[in-house]
């Protein structure tokens, strides 16, 4: 006879008091796999936008560097400049008028014609430094009207020289705006021209080139004595000192 405490076995369990069968999970929907992140752009690892700290101070410290250099550059060279300048002293030349002849002038209307002869006296003030005359043009005036016009050839001069310089002007028929003035002033017995010119000189002080200057020479009223009925004149009153500058 079997045992009436012993279990009974191949009838099925009882429901639990949960109303489920015993054992049995709630079965839960799965949750559905994550998709990656979207991707965006990062400014901050592209290496052309980087501003990184390090970066951004090496750029900096480069530029201070920079411009240090290039003021210190500047401070020596006008050092260098003050103190050549110091030592060498450079003056400009020196310009005088000694003679100034006329011939063949003559005046027709508003129309002038003529030779001039000048001699000038070209003084080189430098105690250290040559100059060199490359190029040298010259003009003679009345008033503001250019008469005529000539070409001076090329010098040189030592230290402490002087050297005589000749320039002759010829005119066939230069227009002269108040050449009424003209022909009042030789009625006097005396026209009043102008002489200018224009040198490029260089200066020279051992081995050492300054860079070429242009020097422009102006010198007024001089005073060539020519009668009324004369077409020859020369100068008066003596040599002139020209003004000379840059």
């Known amino acids: 006879m079997a045992d009436p405490t012993r279990p009974v076995t191949g009838y099925p369990a009882p429901p639990a008091s949960n109303g489920y069968p015993p054992?049995?999970?709630?079965?839960?929907?799965?949750?559905?796999?994550?998709?990656?992140?979207?991707t965006y752009f990062n400014v901050s690892?592209?290496?052309y936008y980087s501003n990184h700290p390090a970066a951004n101070q090496q750029r900096v410290t480069f530029l201070r560097r920079m411009f240090?250099?290039?003021i210190g550059f500047i401070i020596i060279t006008g050092t260098i400049m003050f103190i050549m300048w110091l030592v060498l002293r450079p003056q400009l030349p020196q310009f005088r008028v000694e003679t100034l002849t006329l011939d063949k002038f003559n005046i027709s209307?508003?129309?002038v014609s003529g030779n001039w002869d000048a001699w000038f006296t070209v003084r080189n003030p430098n105690s250290k430094i040559n100059l060199f005359y490359t190029r040298v043009e010259a003009a003679v005036y009345y008033?503001?009207?250019s008469i005529a016009e000539t070409s001076v050839p090329p010098f040189d001069q030592g230290k402490k020289n002087e050297t005589g310089v000749r320039a002759t002007f010829a005119s066939?028929?230069?227009?002269?705006d108040d050449w009424d003035g003209i022909s009042k002033e030789k009625g006097r017995g005396s026209v009043e021209f102008n002489l200018r010119m224009v040198a490029r000189v260089k200066f020279k002080a051992g081995a050492w080139w300054a860079r070429r200057r242009i020097v422009r020479v102006y010198c007024p009223g001089l005073s060539v004595g020519v009668s009324a009925n004369s077409m020859n004149g020369s100068l008066t009153g003596g040599p002139k000192?020209?003004?000379v500058g840059l």
């Open 23 to 38: 054992g049995t999970a709630y079965a839960y929907a799965a949750h559905p796999a994550q998709n990656p992140p979207p």
């Open 45 to 47: 690892s592209n290496p």
């Open 68 to 70: 240090a250099v290039i």
């Open 109 to 111: 209307n508003s129309m």
């Open 143 to 145: 008033k503001l009207d």
């Open 172 to 176: 066939v028929s230069a227009y002269v």
């Open 241 to 243: 000192q020209c003004s």
